[in-house]
T-cell receptor, first 112, second 110 residues
Framework: DGGITQSPKYLFRKEGQNVTLSCEQNLNHDAMYWYRQDPGQGLRLIYYSQIVNDFQKGDIAEGYSVSREKKESFPLTVTSAQKNPTAFYLC???????????FGSGTRLTVV | AQSVTQPDIHITVSEGASLELRCNYSYGATPYLFWYVQSPGQGLQLLLKYFSGDTLVQGIKGFEAEFKRSQSSFNLRKPSVHWSDAAEYFCAVDGQNFVFGPGTRLSVLP
C-alpha cells in the first residue's frame, strides 16, 4: 500500500545535538511538507518542497534544515539552534493540484 | 490573507448523540475545503473534502460536511457518535495557501 513512513516514532536527544527525522513516501507525490505540532497550537509549517532539489521556508523554519535530493525523501534536521525542539513532527505529501495532504504517523522528539 | 477558525476548542458528547463541529473560513473566492481527524499520537487522516458541486459531502467513518457559501462555513456532522470518534478534528482550507484551523478536541461519554 502507498503511504508515508516517518521514522523513528520516538526520538530522544541531548540538548545541543543535531537530529534528523526521516520521511519517505511511495505515493509519487511531487510536494512534501514538514509540520510541527505542540499542544494547543495546532500545526505550524516548517518547510515544504514542491519539486526535487527545491524547498521553501514555512512559518517557523528557524533552527531547522531540509533537503530534497529524491522525490521520495524529505528529511528534516533539527539543529542545536532550535531553541525548543521538543514537539511532535508530522510529514505530509500531496500531488500537484488541490487534492489535500496525506500525512505520516509522526515522530515525537524529546530533547533532554 | 485566508484564515480558518474552529470556534470550539473542546466538545463533549454522549455516545449515540449527534455531532456538529464548526468551521469558518475567510477567503476571497471559494476555496477547497477539508476535514482531517487525528487520534492521539498519530498523524492526520483525511475524512472528506469539498472541491465543487454538491455542497453536502460524504466522507469516511459516517461523517458528512456541508459547504455554505453565504456563511463561509464547512461544518462537519455525524448523526450518531461512537466512542472511537474521540479525537482531534482539523478543518483545512486550500486557497492561496493551505491553512489548518486550530482544531477541535472531541470527547465521547459512554
Amino acid at each position: 500500500d502507498g503511504g508515508i513512513t516517518q521514522s523513528p516514532k520516538y526520538l530522544f536527544r541531548k540538548e545541543g545535538q543535531n537530529v534528523t527525522l526521516s520521511c519517505e513516501q511511495n505515493l509519487n507525490h511531487d510536494a512534501m511538507y514538514w509540520y510541527r505540532q505542540d499542544p494547543g497550537q495546532g500545526l505550524r509549517l516548517i518547510y515544504y518542497s514542491q519539486i526535487v532539489n527545491d524547498f521553501q521556508k514555512g512559518d517557523i523554519a528557524e533552527g531547522y534544515s531540509v533537503s530534497r535530493e529524491k522525490k521520495e525523501s524529505f528529511p528534516l534536521t533539527v539543529t542545536s539552534a532550535q531553541k525548543n525542539p521538543t514537539a511532535f513532527y508530522l510529514c505530509a505529501s500531496s500531488p500537484t493540484g488541490f487534492y489535500g495532504y496525506t500525512f505520516g504517523s509522526g515522530t515525537r522528539l524529546t530533547v533532554v | 490573507a485566508q484564515s480558518v477558525t474552529q470556534p470550539d476548542i473542546h466538545i463533549t458528547v454522549s455516545e449515540g448523540a449527534s455531532l456538529e463541529l464548526r468551521c469558518n473560513y475567510s477567503y476571497g473566492a471559494t476555496p477547497y475545503l477539508f476535514w482531517y481527524v487525528q487520534s492521539p499520537g498519530q498523524g492526520l487522516q483525511l475524512l472528506l473534502k469539498y472541491f465543487s458541486g454538491d455542497t453536502l459531502v460524504q466522507g469516511i467513518k459516517g461523517f458528512e460536511a456541508e459547504f455554505k457559501r453565504s456563511q463561509s462555513s464547512f461544518n462537519l456532522r455525524k448523526p450518531s457518535v461512537h466512542w472511537s470518534d474521540a479525537a482531534e478534528y482539523f478543518c483545512a482550507v486550500d486557497g492561496q495557501n493551505f491553512v489548518f484551523g486550530p482544531g477541535t478536541r472531541l470527547s465521547v461519554l459512554p
